[in-house]
């Protein structure tokens, strides 16, 4: 099966940018039966989804976030990643990555990492 | 966009207990309804969709239904493993939105 893991830095300053990088194993992000997303969770709140891609590079973001959001992925290195950029503390949340098919059922995900946006 | 309500937010149960997991959405989203188990620590893993529609290797204890915008998650007797949190998702209209979770809790 599918295995992606999130990897980054655990603190943001304010105002700064963060970055975040998924790596695929099992699986390619050239292939055309996936779509690769980004999802969070803020302390004590519920999952939002952040954006996606697909394989020609195609990008959806949430509505909410998408003035700050840039997802890009690597194919060389099988890997995917989020730029989130002017973060706050309400940015603050563990990160995950994920995969879905023809519909939007994230059917793997890696352990998440938290980002903490602190001075 | 879609809001999701879960209840209830905590549920004591003990190990062999039948439980019924609610999710509620605003406005209908047919039979495109999602739950996942999540164990802290761990990925989360998919459990049903299709509001009804068990993942790959899923045990039969686990089961899923409603349309609309009533849906219950049932276990029909819960194991050790089973103590986790589930969140529903929608995946009828975009932003696909996820519930706040359920905590499945020993008693």
């Known amino acids: 099966q599918v295995q992606l893991q999130e990897s980054g830095p655990g603190l943001v300053k304010p105002s700064e940018t963060l970055s975040l990088i998924c790596t695929v194993s099992r699986g390619s992000i050239s292939s055309s039966s996936h779509y690769w997303a980004w999802i969070r969770q803020p302390p004590g709140k519920g999952l939002e989804w952040i954006g996606s891609?697909?394989?020609?590079?195609?990008?959806y973001y949430n509505p909410s976030l998408q003035s700050r959001v840039s997802i890009s992925a690597d194919t060389s290195n099988n890997q995917f990643s989020l730029k989130l950029n002017s973060v706050t503390a309400a940015d603050t949340a563990v990160y995950y990555c994920?995969?879905?098919?023809?519909?939007?059922?994230?059917?793997?995900w890696g352990r998440g990492t938290l980002v903490t946006v602190s001075s | 966009e879609i809001v999701m309500t879960q209840s209830p937010g905590t549920l004591s149960v003990s190990p062999g207990e039948r439980v019924t997991l609610s999710c509620r959405t605003s406005?209908?989203?047919?039979?495109?309804l999602v739950w996942y188990q999540h164990i802290p620590g761990q990925a989360p893993r998919l459990l049903i969709y299709g509001a009804s529609t068990r993942a790959t290797g899923l045990p039969a204890r686990f089961s899923g239904s409603g349309s609309g915008t009533d849906f219950t998650l049932t276990i029909s007797s819960l194991q050790s493993e089973d103590f986790a949190v589930y969140y529903c998702q929608q995946d009828n209209s975009w932003p696909y939105t996820f519930g706040q979770g359920t905590k499945l809790e020993i008693k």
């Open positions: 891609i697909n394989h020609s590079g195609s990008t």
């Open positions: 406005q209908s989203v047919r039979t495109n």
């Open positions: 994920a995969t879905y098919g023809d519909y939007f059922v994230f059917v793997y």
